[in-house]
């Protein structure tokens, strides 16, 4: 059974055959942190990960929040956005809402994300920097698919 919730006329959902991977990569190929990415890949990204896609009245997805979990100890958020004509409606702050507490993330461990313009909005959910950065590492490789940016 899908986890669902609504924002005014907005659908927040967890249902997989909702999503529309079309648009998914067309706003992911052209986004800072992944600007260029194959279809192929945003494709097996979203058939491996838990994702909450946020719908209009005509359900047409107009957002995303895409998590990367085993559901017991660890979870990483990405690919969080709303199409630009559905910003400044509450809906980064709904599908927030919807991911943290859906019932498949309860009581993790750790719960990670990176961004570099949305600080505020995750603090509102508790996010901040990493309680020990000492502790943590990554490999990151800039630029995999092209793109100018990256997270």
Same mark, same amino acid.
């Given at each position: 059974?899908?986890?669902?919730?609504?924002?005014?006329?907005?659908?927040?959902?967890?249902?997989?055959?909702?999503? +529309?991977?079309?648009?998914?990569?067309?706003?992911?190929?052209?986004?800072?942190? =992944?600007?260029?990415?194959?279809?192929?890949?945003v494709?097996?990204?979203?058939?491996?990960?838990?994702c909450?896609g946020?719908?209009?009245?005509q359900?047409? *997805?107009?957002g995303?929040?895409?998590?990367?979990? +085993?559901? =017991?100890?660890?979870?990483?958020?990405?690919?969080?956005?709303?199409?630009?004509?559905?910003?400044?409606?509450?809906?980064?702050?709904?599908v927030?809402? =919807?991911?943290?507490?859906?019932?498949?993330? *309860?009581?993790?461990?750790?719960?990670?994300?990176?961004?570099?313009? =949305?600080?505020?909005?995750?603090? *509102?959910f508790?996010?901040?920097?990493?309680?020990?950065? *000492?502790?943590?590492?990554?490999?990151?490789?800039?630029?995999?698919?092209?793109? +100018?940016?990256?997270?």
């Amino acid at each position: 059974m899908p986890h669902e919730s609504r924002h005014e006329d907005y659908l927040i959902s967890d249902e997989r055959s909702k999503l +529309d991977v079309d648009a998914i990569h067309a706003f992911l190929s052209r986004s800072y942190w =992944a600007g260029g990415i194959p279809h192929g890949l945003v494709a097996r990204a979203v058939e491996n990960s838990l994702c909450l896609g946020v719908y209009d009245a005509q359900d047409r *997805q107009v957002g995303l929040a895409r998590v990367i979990s +085993d559901y =017991a100890t660890f979870a990483y958020l990405c690919d969080v956005y709303i199409l630009e004509p559905h910003r400044g409606l509450g809906l980064g702050k709904a599908v927030m809402r =919807a991911v943290v507490s859906h019932p498949r993330l *309860q009581g993790l461990r750790r719960f990670t994300l990176g961004t570099r313009d =949305a600080h505020g909005l995750y603090a *509102q959910f508790g996010f901040g920097p990493p309680s020990a950065p *000492q502790n943590r590492l990554e490999k990151n490789t800039p630029n995999p698919y092209g793109a +100018d940016g990256g997270c």
